[in-house]
């Protein structure tokens, strides 16, 4: 199995980078793992509790249960993921299986700050947008999508946001074999990476 992490900050376009990735391979050959199924089970605190955690620090990962999932698909065994709710801020009731494949792409802001997540990548990639173009990515998603107002989503940036991505996943960059600019729409980057993926798939 090739396993390739896919980190960057918020807002850089790791999901959209993703999706370009996969769109046209087989599904039933590469598969998707996102680190929000991995955020810590929090059913112990209320949702007004819930809602001050905070989501950009290392600490708020299951990344024990992430390691435990990724040796069992490189195993070729298949896994039961947690399904995560944004809106509740917890994990649901449900489960889903995951079925080993050849290939497995690994996104999140923080996958590459854990050491041993970060040596079970093949290929590390981080995706990199400015900042002012996440933020602006991260207020129209979380005020369209979301639910929240103006001012709680640039207090969040500026409170929390900014300050773990200058802690934690801008200095994980230096761990990416491959930086992809995502300012703008970058087919070039890839078109590489499916080229790789393409190659192990034939
Ligand atoms: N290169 C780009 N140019 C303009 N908008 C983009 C680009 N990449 C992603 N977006 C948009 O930015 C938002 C956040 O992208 P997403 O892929 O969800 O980022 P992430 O998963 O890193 O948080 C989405 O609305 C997406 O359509
Ligand atoms: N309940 C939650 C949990 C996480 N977040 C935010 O999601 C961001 C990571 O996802 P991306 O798709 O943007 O990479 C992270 O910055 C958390 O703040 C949330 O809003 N609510």
């Given at each position: 199995m090739l396993i390739i992490?896919?980190?960057g900050g918020t807002?850089?376009?790791k999901t959209t980078v993703v999706n370009q990735i996969i769109n046209e391979l087989p599904n039933e050959e590469v598969g998707v793992i996102s680190q929000d199924s991995y955020y810590n089970d929090l059913s112990h605190l209320t949702l007004p509790e819930r809602k001050k955690v905070n989501f950009d620090h290392p600490k708020a990962i299951d990344f024990p249960l992430l390691e435990e999932h990724l040796t069992l698909l490189k195993d070729g065994k298949s896994i039961h993921q947690p399904v995560y709710s944004f809106l509740e801020c917890n994990r649901t009731d449900e489960m889903i299986v995951i079925h080993p494949r050849k290939v497995l792409l690994v996104e999140g802001i923080l996958i590459m700050t854990n050491p041993q997540i970060r040596a079970m990548f093949d290929i590390k990639i981080f995706v990199h947008a400015?900042?002012?173009e996440r933020?602006?990515?991260?207020?129209?998603r979380d005020i369209n999508e979301r639910g929240w107002n103006l001012n709680d989503t640039l207090d969040c940036y500026q409170n929390t946001?900014?300050?773990m991505h200058d802690q934690f996943i801008e200095p994980s960059k230096e761990y990416a074999d491959i930086i992809i600019p995502n300012n703008k729409y970058n087919t070039v980057a890839v078109d590489i990476v499916r080229g790789i993926i393409n190659e192990k798939l034939t």
């Amino acid at each position: 199995m090739l396993i390739i992490g896919i980190a960057g900050g918020t807002g850089s376009g790791k999901t959209t980078v993703v999706n370009q990735i996969i769109n046209e391979l087989p599904n039933e050959e590469v598969g998707v793992i996102s680190q929000d199924s991995y955020y810590n089970d929090l059913s112990h605190l209320t949702l007004p509790e819930r809602k001050k955690v905070n989501f950009d620090h290392p600490k708020a990962i299951d990344f024990p249960l992430l390691e435990e999932h990724l040796t069992l698909l490189k195993d070729g065994k298949s896994i039961h993921q947690p399904v995560y709710s944004f809106l509740e801020c917890n994990r649901t009731d449900e489960m889903i299986v995951i079925h080993p494949r050849k290939v497995l792409l690994v996104e999140g802001i923080l996958i590459m700050t854990n050491p041993q997540i970060r040596a079970m990548f093949d290929i590390k990639i981080f995706v990199h947008a400015d900042s002012d173009e996440r933020l602006i990515r991260r207020l129209k998603r979380d005020i369209n999508e979301r639910g929240w107002n103006l001012n709680d989503t640039l207090d969040c940036y500026q409170n929390t946001l900014k300050p773990m991505h200058d802690q934690f996943i801008e200095p994980s960059k230096e761990y990416a074999d491959i930086i992809i600019p995502n300012n703008k729409y970058n087919t070039v980057a890839v078109d590489i990476v499916r080229g790789i993926i393409n190659e192990k798939l034939t």
